[in-house]
């Protein structure tokens, strides 16, 4: 939906011939401003005792300026200006992208201009810089953006004397690519925002102007800092090569880009950690050992080093030990002659023949028996073996990945498994951290099962709520992945059709675990606990209400009341009938009250003054 405030052009004005205007004398748009940020703040949450921010499923964290100026300081005078600038502007860049994607669904059944409010209002609520609009004309379907405004405030040039220094650079270059970023992220085009006024350089305020690139005379001024690779510094010696940047291995951190969804699912630093390691090992022949405890996923990363190794297209074999009865583990794996015992009829292949030329996973390799162990590691030494009742050795290549919960040295100190048998699987061990120790993959998970259960039981879910995700985030996962999948799944099929996932939906059976220490902003910008019910949550916004018109004397109690009464008449749509049911309050009551209102001098007198007649009209009986 296009917006056009009254006071601004379709076009930016042009100067007339032999004159120049001035910059800073813009217009502010009449009756455009942004939206409540309450529903923004909803959804930044903290976990002070964990060491967590979140802004819905991104990890944030709260930085000194006064640190960030001493970096890009270093950054000038390491690489040069013009490389530190590309460095800096890219990393706005990048946030501004990310954040546009929080804003789609921050707001989905917003207006354009409500929608596209949030990345302003984040970088209010991140500290970066208060966003004051000069022009404003947005046209998402003819792909039209045109916007002046200023960086009120800005963090990055506060500490900065004017003109240094960056000579007659402009100073703001993390906000600059902040909105580059969010911009064209939100349009579906590029867009690029260039600071034409800075306080740095001794103008008296931060002024940008944002617009697509080919609208601009002189794009290629702004759109190398916002490339890969950083311009030439200006500060690299004469004659000395520039350092080609070294390729980096491709690492897919989450399974769904498989096309099955089969996979581990993740992208946190430990879960990339994980995937290198894979990386490494897959190729090679070598014994592979999955530490970790119970539910964090080893079956998948076993299959995760199949699927990347050379033996992708051969068999690969998954033993539960602790599954099978221990007097028949052995011909499980091994394979059983006819009449070896009693019941055995037929000549039958076991799990490591099965799995020849692939890989064979052993899960829960702790509970093998003393026979079996030795068996086992026979088999690792030699890759023979022989089938139960028989004499005759049978070779395989077999490649073995294990897996166990256990503390196999605490075993090994009970004579419970053998030292020798844990040397052979110990070549290349990769430890899973528990959930609990990778929490930036729960996000992604969640997005990955409720895809995944809607799918299955046939259900329509817009998403998840704000404090739904915090009291995933801030639960400890005794289960890991199995519990948050069985969360999950239970809530979807307790959902309401066609609505978001409530908090109250996760945890039924255990309704004082939502949320337990983590804490949100409140309406003075305090933080406050999460895990209130919604009651408490609305009599909190009341008291917050409350406390801010004690401290503002210049608002009377009637004063409120009329603002109240002027709110949930435009909130309705000017509808008298549905205002007074969102008051609480009769029809005939809200009627007399805005009848007062018309007859006073309030600044809302014009608009009442409409609705008298609308709501004072009666049907005549005759």
């Given at each position: 939906m296009p917006i056009r405030p009254r006071s601004v052009a379709s076009r930016p004005p042009?100067?007339?011939?032999?004159?120049?205007?001035?910059?800073?004398?813009?217009?502010?748009?009449?009756?455009?401003?942004?939206?409540?940020?309450?529903?923004?703040?909803?959804?930044?949450?903290?976990s002070p005792d964990r060491g967590r921010i979140w802004l819905d499923d991104r990890r944030m964290v709260l930085l000194h300026a006064e640190a960030f100026h001493s970096l890009r300081k270093e950054l000038v005078a390491l690489v040069g200006v013009e490389a530190a600038?590309?460095?800096?502007?890219?990393?706005?860049?990048?946030?501004?992208?990310?954040?546009?994607?929080?804003?789609?669904?921050?707001?989905?059944?917003?207006?354009?201009?409500?929608?596209?409010?949030?990345?302003?209002?984040?970088?209010?609520l991140k500290g970066m810089a208060e966003i004051e609009l000069l022009k404003f004309r947005m046209d998402i379907g003819a792909g039209i953006l045109y916007s002046e405004f200023l960086f009120k405030d800005s963090f990055e040039d506060e500490a900065q004397p004017p003109a240094a220094p960056f000579g007659e650079q402009s100073a703001c270059w993390m906000l600059a690519g902040y909105a580059s970023g969010y911009a064209s992220t939100f349009m579906g085009k590029r867009i690029l925002v260039r600071e034409i006024e800075c306080r740095a350089n001794g103008h008296a305020q931060c002024r940008a102007i944002a617009k697509p690139v080919e609208d601009w005379?002189?794009?290629?001024?702004?759109?190398?800092?916002?490339?890969?690779?950083?311009?030439?510094?200006?500060?690299r010696s004469p004659g000395r090569p520039r350092r080609t940047p070294r390729p980096q291995p491709s690492i897919t951190t989450t399974a769904l880009a498989r096309g099955d969804g089969s996979g581990p699912v993740g992208g946190s630093a430990a879960f990339s950690t994980i995937l290198h390691q894979i990386n490494r090992v897959a190729a090679t022949r070598a014994t592979v050992l999955l530490l970790g405890e119970s539910g964090v996923g080893k079956s998948l990363f076993a299959r995760e080093v199949h699927d990347r190794s050379p033996r992708r297209a051969k068999p690969f074999v998954a033993v539960n030990c602790a599954a099978i009865p221990e007097e028949l583990?052995?011909?499980?794996?091994?394979?059983?002659?006819?009449?070896?015992?009693?019941?055995?009829?037929?000549?039958?292949?076991?799990?490591?023949?099965l799995a020849d030329g692939g890989t064979l996973f052993l899960d829960e390799i702790a509970t093998l028996s003393p026979t079996a162990q030795g068996k086992l590691l026979r088999v690792l030494q030699s890759g023979e073996f022989e089938r139960l009742g028989s004499t005759t050795m049978r070779k395989v290549d077999v490649r073995v990945i294990a897996a166990t919960n256990a503390d196999l040295q605490d075993a090994i100190r009970r004579?419970?498994?053998?030292?020798?048998?844990?040397?052979?699987?110990?070549?290349?061990?990769?430890v899973i951290p528990p959930l609990r120790e990778r929490r930036d993959d729960i996000p992604l998970l969640v997005g990955h099962y409720?895809?995944?259960?809607?799918?299955?039981?046939?259900?329509?879910?817009?998403?998840?709520?704000?404090?739904?995700?915090?009291?995933?985030?801030?639960?400890?996962?005794p289960g890991n992945v199995r519990e948050l999948e069985n969360v999950l799944e239970r809530a979807v099929i307790l959902s309401d059709e066609g609505q978001a996932l409530e908090r109250s939906q996760l945890f039924a059976a255990r309704a004082s675990e939502h949320g337990r220490d983590m804490m949100e902003?409140?309406?003075?910008?305090?933080?406050?606990?999460?895990?209130?019910?919604?009651?408490?949550?609305?009599?909190?916004?009341?008291?917050?209400?409350?406390?801010?018109?004690?401290?503002?004397?210049?608002?009377?109690?009637?004063?409120?009341?009329?603002?109240?009464?002027?709110?949930?008449?435009?909130?309705?749509?000017?509808?008298?009938?549905?205002?007074?049911?969102?008051?609480?309050?009769?029809?005939?009551?809200?009627?007399?009250?805005?009848k007062k209102l018309q007859q006073g001098a309030t600044p809302s007198k014009a608009p009442v003054s409409k609705i008298k007649r609308k709501t004072t009209t009666r049907r005549t009986k005759k």
């Open positions: 042009k100067p007339a011939a032999g004159k120049r205007t001035t910059p800073s004398a813009a217009v502010r748009p009449s009756g455009l401003h942004f939206p409540n940020i309450r529903d923004i703040a909803s959804h930044l949450h903290f600038r590309g460095l800096v502007t890219r990393m706005g860049y990048v946030a501004g992208c990310r954040d546009a994607e929080f804003a789609k669904r921050a707001r989905p059944k917003a207006t354009s201009f409500d929608a596209f409010s949030v990345g302003p209002q984040l970088h209010a005379a002189d794009p290629e001024l702004d759109l190398p800092y916002l490339q890969p690779l950083p311009a030439e510094s200006s500060a583990i052995e011909s499980e794996l091994f394979g059983v002659e006819r009449g070896a015992y009693t019941g055995a009829s037929l000549s039958r292949a076991g799990r490591f023949e004579t419970r498994f053998r030292e020798d048998l844990y040397f052979r699987l110990h070549v290349f061990p990769i409720l895809a995944k259960f809607s799918k299955l039981h046939e259900r329509h879910l817009s998403g998840i709520t704000p404090p739904a995700l915090a009291a995933l985030l801030a639960h400890d996962w902003l409140g309406g003075d910008g305090e933080l406050i606990p999460t895990d209130i019910d919604d009651d408490s949550r609305e009599q909190r916004l009341v008291d917050d209400f409350a406390a801010r018109l004690i401290d503002s004397p210049a608002v009377s109690l009637p004063a409120a009341q009329d603002r109240v009464i002027l709110a949930a008449w435009k909130k309705t749509g000017r509808n008298v009938s549905a205002a007074a049911k969102l008051l609480g309050i009769s029809r005939a009551q809200l009627d007399y009250r805005l």
